[in-house]
């Protein structure tokens, strides 16, 4: 059990930070060819690496990529414990302005509509996220409605230096070394992308899910298809027997894709083809196809089935040329994690200690995590407490900042008997 105190300054200081933090304007950008994708991003860096310091953690570095790294010395005597690591996303998702974030936090929120100051259009209700009943006599924070509130991931950055901030504190929260990392770039995808996988350690932890006490350890095993289709253009008042027509002919082969295995068909463990692009003229047309299953075989069966709608429509269309690529673009790690379930076992205790219920969950999706774990570093993802994440309608009750960063004492303290 932590002492109320301890608690009490958990909760206080994660509420800063996060206030802080979110005000800081680090909207990734998927078109950039800027590493990291927007030079803003380098801000909130320079500000973690100085608190950092601030904080007396060794080897602060704030590299050229945008990543950010330091260690947390071991409680003493306990030098010898395995290292683990803690790591969380400093940019936000372009889906949403991130620019002027203007937090508000709604004092013991009684189950009303909350309304916005900068935006008249929008409300927030328990209909909009069912969780908002759950969360009734607490304390929310939104944004004003007309940016996101950066609770993805800027709640995970500021529970990790909040449990910082207590480790140096209180001499009686006992721990291991801990390497922190802050990165660049989740929401385009590339978070690991220039990530130095030598500062790591064997272990860590992503603070990126959502709700209270989620665990994650499942996700996606991703691929992507590319499809360029190449014909024949002629005049089409002379084209019988003669015009191949791209465009035309790739519609044609996307419509055979089963309707019902597709995004807005799927939920839980479905998976599905997701067609996010088609573009072309008579001559040339091109397609993405997003393949997505928790089962690697179900996703080779996607594939062999592009394969042979590839193998039939050139048989169909003579002189129509079908060039079809695949690339992997991440694994379930779920495969990864469960050759040494430790990882996830301290996590589920962790939460379990900061007295929640833990909710195992896997990830429509992806996350840094499961890079790392096919890389050779099982990274869970635990809860940083948000809701309603890319969203002007994204909120978080200030007791998830506290609960998260208690998690993280706990689980530093399991991990020195592991
Ligand atoms: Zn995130």
Not at 310 to 326: A, S
């Amino acid at each position: 059990m932590l002492l109320e105190e301890i608690k009490k300054f958990l909760l206080e200081d994660s509420v800063n930070r996060f206030l802080k933090y979110v005000q800081v304007w680090t909207t990734s950008d998927e078109f950039s060819l800027s590493t990291p994708s927007t030079e803003n991003q380098f801000e909130l860096g320079k500000i973690l690496a100085a608190e950092l310091k601030e904080l007396k953690l060794d080897n602060v570095i704030h590299d050229d990529y945008g990543y950010v790294y330091a260690d947390l010395p071991a409680s003493r005597g306990l030098e010898n414990v395995k290292r683990i690591g803690l790591i969380a996303h400093i940019d936000t998702s372009p889906a949403v302005s991130g620019k002027d974030v203007k937090p508000v936090i709604h004092k013991n929120y009684g189950g009303e509509t909350i309304r916005y100051a900068s935006n008249k259009n929008i409300t927030l209700t328990t209909e909009d996220s069912p969780i908002l009943k759950e969360y009734i006599g607490l304390d929310i924070i939104t944004s004003e409605g007309d940016t996101l509130l950066g609770a993805d991931d800027k709640a995970g950055v500021a529970e990790i230096m909040t449990a910082c901030a207590a480790w140096q504190k209180y001499s009686e929260l006992k721990h291991g070394p801990i390497t922190i990392c802050f990165t660049p770039d989740e929401e385009v995808g590339k978070g690991t992308l220039n990530i130095n996988k030598q500062r790591l350690p064997e272990f860590c932890y992503t603070m990126d899910g959502s709700e209270m006490g989620e665990l994650e350890f499942e996700c996606f095993d991703a691929w992507k298809a590319s499809i360029t289709f190449t014909g024949l253009s002629v005049h089409p008042g002379y084209a019988k027997n003669l015009l191949i027509n791209a465009t035309h002919i790739a519609s044609r082969f996307l419509s055979e894709i089963p309707e019902q295995e597709s995004p807005e068909h799927t939920e839980d463990r479905e998976g599905f083809y997701y067609v996010p692009r088609l573009k072309g003229n008579v001559e040339e047309a091109e397609t993405t196809i997003t393949i997505r299953d928790y089962r690697e075989d179900n996703n080779k069966k996607r594939m062999e089935f592009l394969r042979s709608l590839k193998d039939l429509y050139e048989i169909r269309y003579p002189g129509l040329k079908i060039d079809l690529q695949f690339e992997h673009q991440y694994s379930n790690m779920l495969r990864f994690i469960e050759k040494d379930k430790l990882v996830v076992d301290l996590a589920e205790k962790a939460i379990e200690m900061a007295g929640l219920e833990v909710i195992f969950h896997s990830i429509r999706g992806g996350t840094d995590g499961a890079k790392l774990s096919e890389m050779g570093i099982p990274t869970p993802n635990i809860f940083s407490g948000g809701s309603l994440f890319h969203s002007r309608k994204e909120h978080i009750p200030t007791l998830a900042l506290q609960k998260a960063s208690e998690v993280l004492l706990h689980l530093a303290k399991l991990w020195t008997s592991a």
